[in-house]
Every structure is written in C-alpha cells, then in structure tokens.
C-alpha cells in the first residue's frame, strides 16, 4: 500500500515521465506512430506467411461467431503478447537508462518503470483499436464483450507490470539479466498458443507436457483474448480467476523485489 501511496503523490512526475516517451518514440521518424499500426501487421504478414502458407496451418472456425481466418486468429493472440513483451523488455531498462535521475534525484523509482509501462498502453490502445476495426469489418460481433476486453487488458497489464519492477531491479545488479530474458521470452512465446490452437499440443504432447503447459499464465491471457475477439463468447471463470491471481501474485512479487533491491539502485546503477 505504501508503495501505490508513493506512486500516486508522484503522479505529475508520472505524466510527465510518461509524455517524454511518447514524444521520443518515434521522434525523427517520417510515419511516426503509424508503426504502431504497420510493426503489428510486418509481424503477421510474416507469421501468416510462415505457418498459414509453408506449414500450412489452419485457424478452426470462431465459434459462435463463425469467423475463420489464420491473420484474425493470430492477431487476436499476437498483439497481447507483443504488449506484454513490450512491456517487460522497457521495464527492464527504466532505470538503467535514467541513470543520471536515479543518482541525483531523490523520487519514487518505480515511476520510472510505470512510465514505460504507460507508454506501452497507449502502443497497444492503438494496435487493439485497428484489430477491433479488422475484426468489425470480417464480422465478428465482438462488441457485446469489449467491457470484458478491457477488463482482461487491465489485468494483463498489471501482471506484465510485475515483470518490469522486478526486471528493472534485477538487470542493475545482474548485467547478464538483459540477455537471459531476451531467450527465456523466446521459449515462452513457443510455449503459449499464439501461433497455433490449444488443441495442436493436446492431440500430440504427451500428458505431462500438456499439465506443465497449462501452468502457462500467458496461455490463460492470450485464449481469453481470443474467446472474446474470434469466437466472441464469454471467457470461463475459472480462467478469469486465474488471470487475476496471476496479476496480483506478479504485481506482488515484483514490488517486494523492487522495494528490496531499490535501496543501493543509486549506488549501482
């Protein structure tokens, strides 16, 4: 509780922080933040291509909503885990890169990582905003469910936020973090079912593998997302209460780690 209290006495500093990284983003760049919209569609062109085309892969059909199309079926997965990658990856160097303002300002750093955080809604708002159009266009009546969208976006933010304040810690005192998780979200990205159905590693993992996969709380996220998006129906509950307890135990345990090795960051950084 403490911890939210400091974050919210600093909420200027927040926005403010928040602002100067939108405004770098794509500072000199001739589209902009129109690669907020072609980033996401480069990356399904090519997994489309890869998968529906050379490995032939087939999306099943959304049910009740009837919509059938690998690109719909990847997008409805891809964007949330970009979004959480997003996150982790700019959290992991909040304060690394803000060095100078760690070590002579005295403020809650954990700004600093909810910042980037920020920063990377307002990316995924608007790559959500152009799949909710796609989808509207190829007829999925999503619309009854997107309180519930946002409700699991919120969440999932939460729980990538999690990651980030314990990256954040983690990659000043341990250099070789950095490259460590860049393979570690490597793997885990193959682990979860973005580019393939739940039901490709049920039919041919063995039982174990399929129990350990189920432990996957982005497997949770990424099926929710496309319960709601492709198949427009209403996600279980029991997924939900997984998702939610998947956020508070990420938030939790990335605060502690935060709060525990946050003391010596000016001495480290």
């Known amino acids: 509780m403490k911890s939210l209290k400091r974050v919210f006495d600093s909420r200027e500093l927040l ?24 980033n996401p569609l480069a990356t399904v062109a090519i997994y489309s291509f890869v998968f529906g085309v050379l490995f032939e892969s087939n999306a099943p059909v959304g049910d009740p909503s009837g919509l059938k199309g690998f690109a719909y079926f990847l997008l409805c997965a891809l964007l949330p885990w970009n979004f959480f990658s997003l996150v982790t990856n700019l959290g992991m160097g909040a304060i690394s890169a803000n060095s100078g303002l760690v070590r002579r300002v005295a403020f809650p750093r954990e700004v600093l990582v909810f910042s980037n955080v920020l920063h990377a809604c307002v990316q995924f708002s608007i790559e959500m905003g152009l799949l909710a159009v796609v989808l509207l266009v190829a007829g999925s009546p999503f619309l009854p469910w997107l309180p519930v969208v946002i409700l699991v976006s919120v969440m999932l933010t939460v729980f990538a936020s999690g990651f980030a304040l314990a990256l954040s810690t983690l990659s000043v005192y341990f250099r070789d973090i950095t490259y460590l998780w ?13 580019v393939y159905a739940p039901s490709v590693v049920q039919d041919r993992a063995p039982a174990w593998a399929n129990d350990l996969l189920r432990l996957n709380p982005m497997r949770a996220f990424v099926s929710t997302y496309r319960d709601l998006l492709y198949d427009a129906k209403a996600p279980s509950l029991i997924r939900l209460g997984v998702m939610l307890l998947s956020a508070i135990l990420s938030l939790s345990i990335g605060w502690f780690v935060f709060n525990r090795m946050g003391r010596r960051l000016p001495e480290e950084v």
């Open 182 to 194: 860049t393979i570690f979200i490597q793997v885990w990205f193959f682990l979860t079912p973005v």
């Open 15 to 38: 926005w403010n922080l928040t602002l100067r990284e939108l405004r770098t983003k794509y500072r000199r760049s001739f589209l902009g933040w129109a690669w907020s919209m072609l």
